[in-house]
């Protein structure tokens, strides 16, 4: 993601990113503030803190969860 798109989703209440290191699980973001985030993903037990720079380098975009099908299948 670019550095002004990752600042104005966190501007706008996201708090879960794809993790390109691991694309099907989120990266949720615990605190953040105008040049750092602290985050937390799956493969670690404590979080971690970064600049936005480079938080911005490591997602995708933004995590949305795949609801069921209405069709039942």
């Not at 937390?40 to 069921?68: H, L, Q, R």
């Amino acid at each position: 993601m670019r550095y002004k798109d990752t600042q104005n989703a966190l501007r706008a209440g996201h708090r879960q990113f794809i993790f390109t290191a691991s694309p099907g699980l989120p990266v949720d973001v615990l605190e953040w503030g105008p040049s750092w985030v602290r985050f937390k993903d799956a493969y670690n037990t404590y979080p971690i803190s970064t600049n936005m720079k480079m938080f911005s380098m490591m997602v995708e975009g933004i995590y949305t969860e795949k609801s069921p099908d209405a069709s039942g299948q």
